[in-house]
């Protein structure tokens, strides 16, 4: 399921181990953090965090997706989008380093990840948690059709679209 992908102005590039170094740069602003968690990984941290990734879940039942993001006209990455699917429902998440912000990368690509979802890959439901302060994420879940539950985990709103 974690093929290439393509959009008007994104590749979409299965995650490799050798992602980590430009990506820890991509992910290096401390505000980038304040709604996701955590504070900026080293290189070598994000290294083992992608190596565990590449990897999979060590659950047969469970497939873990992820790509980064190729700004084909810059030519360098610019953030991430990620899937852990699971008997027919996908958990969805984006993220998009703070430079490259404010131009829709994110929600195009979420799109191009819910398309294939919801399409080829037949999800039948595919969900987001989303700090509730945090708007430009919850206009990104809009974007791509999903739509806020009552339903809330560890602080965020579940996003929910059943295609």
Known sequence: ???????????????????????????????????????????????????????GSPDPEVSWCNWVLRLRAEGCLVGTVQATVAAGDAEIAWVVGTPWQGRGLASEAARALVERLAGEAGMTTITAHIHPAHAASAGVARAVGLAPTDAWQDGEVRWRLRP
């Open 1 to 55: 399921m974690t093929e290439p992908l393509r959009t008007p102005r994104l590749d979409l590039v299965p995650l490799r181990v050798e992602h980590a170094g430009e990506m820890a740069a991509v992910l290096s602003d401390p505000a980038l953090h304040t709604f996701i968690g955590g504070s900026p990984a080293t290189p070598e941290a994000l290294r083992a965090r992608y190596e565990r990734l590449v990897a």
